[in-house]
C-alpha cells in the first residue's frame, strides 16, 4: 500500500524558513516524479512544485519562485520542500503527491499544515 | 499561471447527470491531454477521479467521465448518488512545464 508520512509543518514567523519532509512507502520512490500541492484554509487547491526521479528537473509556481526548493533523498524514499522567505499567504496544507505518469496526481499525503504568522 | 476557471457551484438530485466545465487556455487544457480532475471530501486528501481527460483510474465508478472540446474541459457525474457530494477541481499540465488546478467546484446533490 502506498503511504506518505508528512512532518515539519508548523508556525513560522514572516520571513523565517520551513523544511517539510514526505517520507514514502509501499512502492519504488525513485522512479515517479513527486509534486507539492497546497491548499489555503477554506481555499482552493494550489499547485507548487515537481521533481522528476532523479532531481534533474524541478519546476516550481511563480508564486513560491526563488523561495521554495524541492529536492529528494531517493535512498531515503523521501520528498522535501525548503521554504525560504515565508509570507501570509503561503499559510495553507501542504500535501505530497506521487505522479504515476503524466501528470497522473494519483496518491496523496494527509498533508501538513504550515502557519506563518506573527 | 492563473487558475482554471470552473463554476463555483453545481446541483443535481440523485439520478441526474450533472456536468462541470473547466475552461483554460491554448497554453494548458488546450495544448494537450494532460487534464485531470479530483474530488475532495471536507477534511481529506483529493483523489483522482479522471486523468488523460479521460481516463477512470481503477476502482473509480463509471459514472464519472471527462472529455475536452477546444480550451474547455469537463466532468460529467452521471446518476448523482449522496456521496457525490464534495469539491471537485480540474488540472492541467501547461506549456511552462508547470500545473495549473482550476477554482473548484461544490458539488450539491439536492
Known amino acids: 500500500e502506498v503511504q506518505f508520512v508528512e512532518s515539519g509543518g508548523g508556525l513560522v514567523q514572516p520571513g523565517g524558513s520551513l523544511r517539510l519532509s514526505c517520507a514514502a512507502s509501499?512502492?519504488?520512490?525513485?522512479?515517479?516524479?513527486m509534486h507539492w500541492v497546497r491548499q489555503a484554509p477554506g481555499k482552493g487547491l494550489v499547485w507548487v512544485s515537481r521533481i522528476n526521479s532523479d532531481e534533474s528537473a524541478r519546476m516550481y509556481a511563480d508564486s513560491v519562485k526563488g523561495r521554495f526548493t524541492i529536492s529528494r533523498d531517493n535512498a531515503k524514499n523521501t520528498l522535501f520542500l525548503q521554504m525560504d522567505s515565508l509570507r501570509a499567504e503561503d499559510t495553507a496544507v501542504y500535501f505530497c503527491v506521487k505522479d504515476d505518469h503524466l501528470w497522473q496526481l494519483s496518491t496523496w499525503g494527509q498533508g501538513t499544515l504550515v502557519t506563518v504568522s506573527s | 499561471q492563473s487558475a482554471l476557471t470552473q463554476p463555483a457551484s453545481v446541483s443535481g438530485s440523485p439520478g441526474q447527470s450533472i456536468t462541470i466545465s473547466c475552461t483554460g487556455t491554448?497554453?494548458?487544457?488546450?495544448?494537450?491531454?494532460?487534464v485531470s480532475w479530483y474530488q475532495q471530501h471536507p477534511g481529506k486528501a483529493p483523489k483522482l477521479m479522471i486523468y488523460g481527460v479521460r481516463n477512470r483510474p481503477s476502482g473509480v465508478s463509471i459514472r464519472f467521465s471527462g472529455s475536452k472540446s477546444g480550451n474547455t474541459a469537463s466532468l460529467t457525474i452521471s446518476g448523482l448518488q449522496a456521496e457525490d457530494e464534495a469539491d471537485y477541481y480540474c488540472?492541467?499540465?501547461?506549456?511552462?512545464?508547470?500545473?495549473?488546478f482550476g477554482t473548484g467546484t461544490r458539488v450539491t446533490v439536492l
Open positions: 491554448s497554453s494548458d487544457v488546450g495544448g494537450d491531454d494532460y
Open positions: 509501499g512502492f519504488p520512490f525513485s522512479t515517479y516524479w
Open positions: 488540472n492541467s499540465y501547461t506549456s511552462s512545464r508547470t500545473g495549473v
